[in-house]
C-alpha cells in the first residue's frame, strides 16, 4: 500500500463497483470521498424535483457503502466547486485528485477549467471513463471525422475494443484523515420542505442506488430482456429496463450492462433464440444511443442551445407561452398527448414512445422552439440527463441528419389508435374521459353529442377542444419551412464570402491543444452539409494519463454557408404544396414509417441537409437560435396536475383560450 492521499471527487458515478476513479485512488493509498453540490455552477441546468430527489437518496445509499468499506462520504454544499477541492486538498494534505469524466455541455467546461486551475497549483489531476463504453474521442471515421449519424457510429463502435469491467470494487478504503465543513444529506438542500409531499409516492415505486440499480438490471435481463423486441413499445406498464436514472448518476456501469446483456447474447445465440438474439440487438442500440448522446456533445459542445442542423436558426418559431402551458398542462385537446404530460407531471416518467410524441406535438404541432420543451423534459424528468434530452429533442425537431424529418408532422389520433388502441392509457391519465367509448377516445372532437354526453365530457369545459386543428398545424408548418428556406438562402447569399472556421480541442492545458478543423464534406452536393469536426493535429499531454478527459473549445464562430434540402415529408396523409416537393426530391433519400417510431431504433442514415453551422464554446450563458428559456411559474412544477386542472376550471380560463 502506497502512502498517496487522494480525493476521490463524486459527481455522477455514484457506485462503488467497477468505478475506476475509486479503483484507482484506493489502490494508491488513501482516499478523502467527497460529493459537492454547487447549485451557482449548475445555471440552467439545475436539477428538477424529481431529479434532485433520485440525487438525495442515492447520496445516502452511497454514503452507506463507503461507510462500511472504511471511509466517509463527504457531503458539501458550495457556491464554488474549485475552492472547495482546494480546501480539501489542503485539509488532507492530498497531492491528487480523481473523478470520472463527463461529457455534457456544463461539466466540459467547468472540469476543464477545475483541471487546468488545480494542476497550476501543482496538484496532480487524474481523470477516467467511467461513463461510457468508448470514449467520444475514440470514435471517428476513416477521415478522422466525427460522426453525424447514429448508425455508422454505432457500427463503428461494436468493432472496437472495449475495457473490460473491473472485476472486483475495493474490499476495504484505507480513509485520509482531514477535517472539512462538511454537511448531512438533508443540508444539501435538495429537497425542500414543500417538495417533500410531491415526493412522497416516488419512493413507492423508485429504489435509488447502486445496490438497487444491481438488482434491477438483474431482474430486467433476467425476466423482461427476452421480450424487449416484443415489449418495447407497449406505453402503459413496464415494458422496458427502466434504468435510465440508475444510469444518469452511473449507479451502474454502462460497461457491466454491456457486459452482462453480450453473455446472455452469447448463450441466446447458442441455443437459437432468435426473439432473444432480436431483443438484445435492440437494447444494445438503445444503449449505442445513449453512448451517442455524449458523443454528439462532446463533439458539438453547442448542440444544448442550437441545433446540429443549423438552418433552424431561421425557423420562425411560434414562442407563445400560453400554448406551451396547455402543453404543459395537458390541455390541447388531443387525448393521448395530454395523457403523455399528465404522467410526466404527476410521476415525472415517460415511456420513449409517449416523449416522442408529446415532444413532436410541441415542435411540429405548437411551432414551439425546441429547447423549451427540453428544458422542460430537464425540469421535470426523474432519468432528466441533459445529453439523452438534447439527443431526443434534436431527433423529433429535424436537427439531426438522421433523425425526424423537420416536415413529418404525425397526428396524433392515429398515434393514439397505433400505440394505446384500445384506450386504456389515456383514460388511466385523463379522469375526465374515462368513460368515452374505444372508438372515440382518440378524437372526442368527432364523437356525436350524445356520446359526448353519456361519458360526461363537455367540449370547452371539462376537456378543451383541439388546441389547433391537426390540418391546419401542416399549412402552418409548411409556411414556417418555407420560411425558413428563404431566410436560410438570404443568409447564405450575405455570407458567401466566409472562411472556414477553427475548432481546437483542448487535450490538457493550452500548449497541448490539438487543432481540429471543421471541413466541408467532400463533393459539394447538398447531402454534403454537415461540416464535420477532424482532429489536424494530436499532441500528447504529458502531465495527464491517455485516459484523461478531453475537451473541445472552439474558436472563431464565422458563419459557413451550407444548404439543407430533405426528401419525404409528411405521414402520408397530404402531398405537400409542389415548391416543397421541389426541394425534397432535391433530398433524394427517405425513411420508413418504421424507422421513425422510436428515435431508439431510427435506423437510416438520411443525407444531410444544413444551412450553416457556427461553433461556439459553451459558456453558463444562453443565446442564439431560439433564444432563450421560458421561465414558467415555477409553483407549476410544485402542484400535481389535478389541482392545476381543478384551478384552471374554476377559474373558467384556458380552457378553449389556450388556442389563441
Ligand atoms: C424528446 C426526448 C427526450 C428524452 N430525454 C431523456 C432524458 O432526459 N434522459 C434519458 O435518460 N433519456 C431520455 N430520452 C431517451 C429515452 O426516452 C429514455 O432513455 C428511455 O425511455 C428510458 O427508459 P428505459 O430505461 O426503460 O429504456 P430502455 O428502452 O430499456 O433502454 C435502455 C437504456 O438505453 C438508453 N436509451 C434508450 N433510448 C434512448 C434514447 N432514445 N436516447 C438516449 N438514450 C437512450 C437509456 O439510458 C435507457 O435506460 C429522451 C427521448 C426523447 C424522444
Known sequence: MGIVKTIVWFRRDLRIEDNPALAAAAKDGSVFPVYIWCPKEEGHFYPGRVSRWWLKQSLAHLEHSLKSLGAELMLIKTDSTLATLVECINAVGAAKVVFNHLYDPVSLVRDYNIKEKLVELGISVQSYNGDLLYEPWDVYDESGHAFTAFEAYWNKCLHLQMEPVSPFPPWKLVPASGTVKNCSVEELGLEDELEKSSNALLGRAWFPG??????????????????????????????????????????????????????????????????????????????????????????????????????????????????????????????????????????????????????????????????????????????????????????????????????????????????????????????????????????????????????????????????????????????????????????????????????????????????????????????????????????????????DQKVPTVQNSKHYPFYRKRSKYMEGEKPLPGDLHKHNNEAGTSRTDEDLRSTAESSSTKKQTTSRNTFSVPQLSYSSEDNFFPVYDSSDLKQPWQEQINMQQSSNKDVTGVSS
Open 210 to 547: 447502486w445496490s438497487n440499480a444491481d438488482k434491477a438490471l438483474t431482474e430486467f435481463v433476467e425476466r423482461h430482456l427476452l421480450d424487449y423486441s416484443n415489449n418495447r413499445q407497449k406505453v402503459g406498464g413496464n415494458s422496458t429496463s427502466l434504468l435510465s436514472p440508475y444510469l444518469h448518476y452511473g449507479e451502474l456501469s454502462v460497461r457491466k450492462v454491456f457486459q452482462y446483456v453480450r453473455m446472455k447474447q452469447i448463450l441466446w445465440a447458442k441455443e437459437g433464440n432468435s426473439l432473444g438474439e432480436e431483443s438484445i440487438n435492440l437494447f444494445l442500440r438503445a444503449i449505442g444511443l445513449r453512448e451517442y448522446s455524449r458523443y454528439l456533445c462532446f463533439n458539438f459542445p453547442f448542440t444544448h442551445e442550437r441545433s446540429l442542423l443549423s438552418n433552424l436558426k431561421f425557423f420562425p418559431w411560434n414562442a407563445d407561452q400560453a400554448n406551451f402551458k396547455a402543453w404543459r398542462q395537458g390541455r390541447t385537446g388531443y387525448p393521448l398527448v395530454d395523457a403523455g404530460m399528465r404522467e410526466l407531471w404527476a410521476t415525472g416518467w415517460i415511456h420513449n414512445r409517449i416523449r416522442v410524441v408529446v415532444s413532436s406535438f410541441a415542435v411540429k404541432v405548437l411551432l414551439l422552439p425546441w429547447r423549451w420543451g427540453m428544458k422542460y423534459f430537464w425540469d421535470t424528468l426523474l432519468d432528466a440527463d441533459l445529453e439523452s434530452d438534447i439527443l431526443g429533442w434534436q431527433y423529433i425537431s429535424g436537427s439531426l441528419p438522421d433523425g425526424h424529418e423537420l416536415q413529418r408532422l404525425d397526428s396524433p389520433e392515429i398515434q393514439g389508435s397505433k400505440f394505446d388502441p384500445e384506450g386504456e392509457y389515456v383514460r388511466h391519465w385523463m379522469p375526465e374521459l374515462a368513460r368515452m367509448p374505444t372508438e372515440w377516445i382518440h378524437h372526442p372532437w368527432d364523437a356525436p353529442l350524445s356520446v359526448l354526453k353519456a361519458s360526461g365530457v363537455e367540449l370547452g369545459f371539462n376537456y378543451p377542444k383541439p388546441i389547433i386543428e391537426i390540418d391546419l398545424a401542416r399549412e402552418r408548418l409548411i409556411e414556417a419551412i418555407f420560411k425558413m428556406w428563404e431566410m436560410d438562402a438570404a443568409s447564405r447569399d450575405a455570407n458567401s464570402d466566409v472562411m472556414n472556421e477553427v475548432v481546437v480541442d483542448n487535450s490538457d492545458g493550452t500548449k497541448n491543444l490539438a487543432i481540429a478543423k471543421v471541413v466541408e464534406n467532400s463533393g459539394g452536393t447538398e447531402n454534403s452539409s454537415i461540416p464535420k469536426v477532424l482532429l489536424k493535429e494530436r499532441i500528447p499531454c504529458p502531465t495527464i494519463s491517455s485516459n
